[in-house]
T-cell receptor, first 115, second 114 residues
Framework: GAVVSQHPSWVICKSGTSVKIECRSL??????MFWYRQFPKQSLMLMAT?????????EQGVEKDKFLINHASLTLSTLTVTSAHPEDSSFYIC???????????FGPGTRLTVL | AQKVTQAQTEISVVEKEDVTLDCVYE???????LFWYKQPPSGELVFLIR??????QNEISGRYSWNFQKSTSSFNFTITASQVVDSAVYFC???????????FGSGTKLNVKP
């Protein structure tokens, strides 16, 4: 199957700093990428959907100015958590899909801890 | 509205027991897809199966089997002769025809004790 990577796998930062998480499709062109957030013992919640070269579409309740998403190429999307606070601590998972795919391929996730 | 319900929050079994994880879904789409994923403690989602709405055949893969019943909107997952390595959180998910939105259930945590 298709492979999606995320970097970093975990990050600890101080409150008020910004953190960038990368999501890469390694062996296919990802026309669409998705970002999910998962709080402990909870399900995955879709934050936003991004198509290459277009602005991301955010789900209701997700602050687009806080969670900046860039999908500048067919293999890379980035999520930047700006001015992170402890309540942003979570597991962030990206997924990607190409035009020939009938599913989403999930990355391994990034665990963010904001102190 | 699209919705996936996994009523079982946590299940504990002893190794070698069979266990069934329930999944009930709601959708207005005539074409849709159902998925099961395994999430071990490492966090990475492991794809287990995809089933489209037109294929109601049950599927077996080793110790895993899936029972898709459109009449009851259910897509249940059975692990036969469970093993400790099966311990994980299992998610059922639903997507529409364009795969642009996945709706995940709340997950079922399976504990398999030796």
């Amino acid at each position: 199957g298709a492979v999606v990577s995320q970097h970093p796998s975990w990050v600890i930062c101080k409150s008020g700093t910004s953190v960038k998480i990368e999501c890469r499709s390694l062996d296919f062109q990802a026309t669409t990428m998705f970002w999910y957030r998962q709080f402990p013992k909870q399900s995955l919640m879709l934050m936003a959907t991004s198509n290459e070269g277009s602005k991301a579409t955010y789900e209701q309740g997700v602050e687009k100015d806080k969670f900046l998403i860039n999908h500048a190429s067919l293999t890379l999307s980035t999520l930047t958590v700006t001015s992170a606070h402890p309540e942003d601590s979570s597991f962030y998972i990206c997924s990607a899909s190409g035009t020939s795919h009938n599913e989403q391929f999930f990355g391994p996730g990034t665990r963010l801890t904001v102190l | 509205a699209q919705k996936v319900t996994q009523a079982q929050t946590e299940i504990s079994v002893v190794e070698k027991e069979d266990v069934t994880l329930d999944c009930v879904y709601e959708t207005r789409d005539t074409t849709y897809y159902l998925f099961w994923y395994k999430q071990p403690p490492s966090g990475e989602l492991v794809f287990l199966i995809r089933r489209n709405s037109f294929d109601e055949q049950n599927e077996i893969s080793g110790r895993y089997s899936w029972n898709f019943q459109k009449s009851t909107s259910s897509f249940n997952f059975t692990i036969t002769a469970s093993q400790v390595v099966d311990s994980a959180v299992y998610f059922c998910a639903l997507s529409g025809n364009n795969f642009n939105k996945f709706y995940f259930g709340s997950g079922t945590k399976l504990n398999v004790k030796p």
